[in-house]
């Protein structure tokens, strides 16, 4: 099984940390309305109240996934990485695989050419950091 070093480790959590930043800011673009709403999840939102719910739930999601990787580098940082945040990191990477393949399927090209390899993205990098870590020499 491939076991990622702790360099690669830190490297994809930092990574994740800016995407995620990036992304919230990106879903309170959406929810300012400075992006149309049809645009957003595929095409397939019917109204401006499906939005606010839609965008709401996932700026808090991506505030989670933000999170949990400060503290996965938290982690890193003290030479063990427990189970239960390799099980989150599990989680997303999981999410962003079924996110692929409904961006696959997206009624908006843009989201389909844009979001498509950027969702791919996050899965590869989160499955990277779940391989257990547990620094020998700290």
Do not use: D
């Not at 505030?63 to 938290?74: E, H, V």
């Amino acid at each position: 099984m491939w076991k990622p070093s702790r360099k690669i480790r830190i490297i994809a959590s930092r990574m994740l940390t800016v995407l995620f930043s990036l992304t919230m800011i990106f879903h309170v673009v959406a929810l300012l309305q400075i992006i149309p709403y049809q645009y957003l999840w595929g095409g397939r939102l019917s109204s401006l109240e499906e939005m606010y719910v839609m965008e709401t739930v996932s700026l808090l999601v991506n505030g989670f996934f933000l999170w949990s990787s400060i503290r996965y580098l938290q982690y890193i940082n003290q030479g063990l990485v427990p189970i239960w945040i390799r099980l989150v990191f599990s989680f997303i990477g999981f999410i962003f695989l079924l996110n692929t393949i409904g961006n696959l399927v997206a009624f908006t090209n843009l989201e389909t050419l844009l979001a498509t390899p950027i969702t791919a993205f996050l899965s590869v990098i989160s499955f990277s950091l779940v391989p257990k870590y547990e620094n020998k020499t700290s």
